[in-house]
């Protein structure tokens, strides 16, 4: 449904030009959710949907309630560097064109970072690539994550620990960056298990951060004497993988226990959730943490790290890894939950305390109020 230019001066636009080839990486997932709220209270009239023209099929076929504008151009789609500075170029060129009044950005980036003439707001998840890369690409880091704050009229965030780290970086901009959390929901998925063995499951990125190299470690400690559970890890194979985690696989020769699942969609992820004996998240950097929530709401065991964000986000509810890089703790604990799980009375409590703070409903709504309250409040200061 395209736009008609006569009705967009009260409209908002909500900026889905990053998505493109990933169609569920978690940034994505943060603005389908609130977009499922805003259909859910039958207010898509008041947005508009800014897309990049290598998903726009899709994310229209997902969300035909709302009109689109689409930016990008397929002649230069095999030109990454050109595709960029082009996309840049065509989104401050549409939402300006657009007679919008505001634009919400779910992920500041580099096609967005540009100022625009509508009122902008930026969401700015964390910027723990800030601490993880050096040389060049911690240079273009520190450009974009510049330029995306100096011409945001505001920054919204996901948790009280990222607002405190853009803070450490840009101690300036206190008055203009609020946290407003971030959302979990799962799929509906009532299918037998997929993975038919007895499994402790990992869903993350698969890198030195995430800490996955320790989770093997820890299992190759216990697979012999727990032999009923097999070890589930749900990312994409990388370089991190063939390099760190294979090697350590060998060692132990634990090839056959291991199961690397790729390219997993929403309902086949809910599955794996649903159906775990225990998840286990040793991530060392979040800026929030959905994966241990997500397996927790679908009432899964949980053992998890408290780094960064984490403490914050999982409200003392689950079990916790004191030191989430010793892999003889991880596997003591591990061992433990197995052998003696807790109770469904508990997990139930679990669940219902996580969905009160993290419902769709409940941050859906705290964001699209903070959109149209600041955007009144821009308008009356004119």
Known sequence: MEYQT???QTMIIIDLSFIRFNLYAGVSKYAYRLLDYIVEEGKSDDYILLLNIVSE???REWYPQFKTISIGSQALLKYPMIRTIYLSYD??????QSGCQAVFCPWGNEIT?????PFKISVIHDLQLRLDTKGLLLKIHQIIDDTVVKNSDKIVTISEFSRSQILSFYPNVESKVISLGNSVSMYPDERE????DRYILYV??????KNVATLIKAYSLIHSQMSDYKLVVVGGRNNYWDNVIEPILKENNIQEKVNLVQNCSEADLTNYYRYADLFVFPSLREGFGSPPLEAAILKTPVLTSIKDSLGEVTRGLLYQLDDPCDEHEMASKMSEILTNPPSEEKLEKIKDELLLHYSIQ???KRICDYIKNTM???SKGK
Not at 204 to 209: A, N, Q
């Open 113 to 117: 970072c540009l100022k625009v003439k």
């Open 193 to 196: 298990r997929l993975f038919k």
């Open 376 to 378: 009144l409040k821009n």
């Open 6 to 8: 006569e009705d967009l």
């Open 204 to 209: 993350g990125r698969i890198c030195e951060m």
């Open 362 to 364: 409940n941050v859906g």
């Open 57 to 59: 099929n899709k994310i």
């Open 91 to 96: 989104f401050r060129r549409k939402v300006n």
